[in-house]
């Protein structure tokens, strides 16, 4: 419930500022970064003089944020290892925090590990560019000697690894640890390898019937089509609803999904995650996004429609403290699912709420998806009028914060007209 997040925020963070800030501006600072971070703390007397000045809101949030890292290290004298996965897919304002974090702290003994795709250097070239100690390392595929090594260990419960299906495994892979396993896990899946033991057991007659893809991809379907047709649906509900996904909307796309989860977890194609943005959900992440992204492959269009349908309903139904982070996932889905009305609804309201955040990048793409779609709406959608006078507002909002006075001007001249006319 929104009470117990706020409580669990206060009692995480008012500890770390009390003894030289006092009850009142630990408090202050609780609350402050848990409406950073999408609690809402709307109430708070903390923040009633603040909440109508976004970067306010930002500037301070990012500045206690670094103070409770430093402190949460000065407290018993430790370093901070700080693990951010998956970078590539973080928004501008969290790359933006992350800079001020390194730039704030730079005398803290920290070190920040960061996983990303190439993808996040196309966006920023030289990030986080910043006068910092660090280094960028980029990893190649693996050498004929390491991928003989991780092939060793992928089959080190057989008595004793032929040499003709390590080096299958080897030349098939060039260098790509991920096919590896795939490979390893596919000939388990077709029966060549035997795993119900103490030992595996090798059967050389259905490895030599197994066909094995010549792609990456190829090796992807080849495990999907051989799943059991309750595993392989609920893989694809999955792949549905994200890179992430949780029980509770497996359910609302069918009923019976949720109960094939413990057998995709078996076969390491869904991992449980530990922790859940959603109360009273488990969550489940797909082992790889290249995974995802072939399963996704596999449904027809007009299934994808009726599932992104539900996927959407399901999330815009959601409530509690955080649910208004997924307004924009809602939007995907309704845009994707063919229902533009609710689209451009759901991402005025994600707008709304990048805004209010300070998320610039966000609330502008928001704005700018809805207002593609508005021509494609019937002239007959209810309040149609009033959805576009809400784009245009917040999106002029987020150019007067950001200075953009010219783009500015012109949204104050088009909301003119929308009133005149």
């Not at 670094?66 to 693990?83: C, E, F, K, W, Y």
């Not at 969290?94 to 960061?114: E, G, Q």
């Not at 379907?221 to 893989?235: C, N, T, W, Y």
């Not at 959603?278 to 072939?294: K, N």
Request: aromatic residues 6%; proline residues 7%; charged residues 25%.
């Amino acid at each position: 419930s929104t009470a117990d997040a706020r409580r669990k925020i206060e009692q995480g963070l008012v500890p770390l500022f009390v003894a030289d800030q006092g009850p009142e501006l630990a408090q202050a600072q609780a609350h402050l970064l848990g409406h950073l971070i999408g609690l809402d703390f709307g109430d708070s007397p903390h923040l009633r003089g603040i909440l109508d000045d976004p970067q306010q809101v930002r500037t301070r949030g990012f500045h206690a944020a670094a103070q409770a890292m430093r402190r949460i290290s000065a407290a018993d004298g430790t370093p901070i290892v700080l693990q951010l996965d998956d970078l590539h897919w973080a928004d501008e304002g969290s790359l933006a925090f992350i800079r001020h974090l390194l730039r704030a702290n730079h005398d803290v003994p920290m070190l920040v590990l960061a996983l990303t795709r190439p993808t996040l250097f196309e966006r920023h070239a030289e990030w986080p560019g910043l006068a910092v100690p660090g280094r960028q390392l980029a990893l190649s595929p693996l050498d004929r000697n390491a991928s003989a090594q991780l092939a060793a260990e992928l089959l080190r419960r057989l008595p004793e690894v032929p040499e003709m299906l390590a080096a299958l495994i080897v030349d098939r892979a060039e260098g790509n640890p991920f096919y590896m396993e795939e490979l390893v896990k596919m000939l388990i899946d077709q029966g060549a390898l035997q795993t119900d033991g103490p030992q595996w057991v090798l059967h050389p007659d259905r490895l030599l019937r197994s066909a094995l893809p010549a792609t990456l991809t190829g090796v992807l379907q080849a495990r999907l089509d051989g799943l059991p047709g309750d595993e392989r649906q609920a893989l694809q509900h999955g792949s549905v609803i994200g890179q992430v996904f949780w029980d509770q909307a497996l359910a609302a796309l069918d009923a019976q999904s949720p109960l094939a989860l413990p057998g995709l977890v078996q076969r390491r194609l869904a991992l449980p995650r530990p922790d859940t943005v959603l109360d009273g959900a488990s969550e489940y992440a797909f082992s790889h996004q290249f995974l995802h992204e072939v399963t996704y492959g596999t449904l027809l269009k007009k299934a994808r429609r009726l599932l992104h349908g539900r996927a959407a309903a399901w999330l815009s139904a959601r409530s509690g403290p955080r649910a208004a982070d997924f307004l924009g996932a809602a939007a995907e889905h309704f845009e994707q699912a063919g229902d533009l009305p609710q689209a451009c609804d759901h991402h005025g309201r994600a707008a709304e709420r990048a805004r209010q955040r300070f998320a610039h990048e966000a609330a502008l793409d928001h704005v700018q998806r809805a207002l593609a779609l508005l021509p494609q709406l019937p002239p007959e959608t209810p309040d149609l009028a009033a959805l576009h006078w809400r784009l245009l507002d917040v999106r002029e909002r987020t150019f007067e914060l950001q200075g953009r006075r010219p783009e500015q001007r012109a949204d104050l001249d088009a909301l003119q007209a929308l009133a005149d006319a």
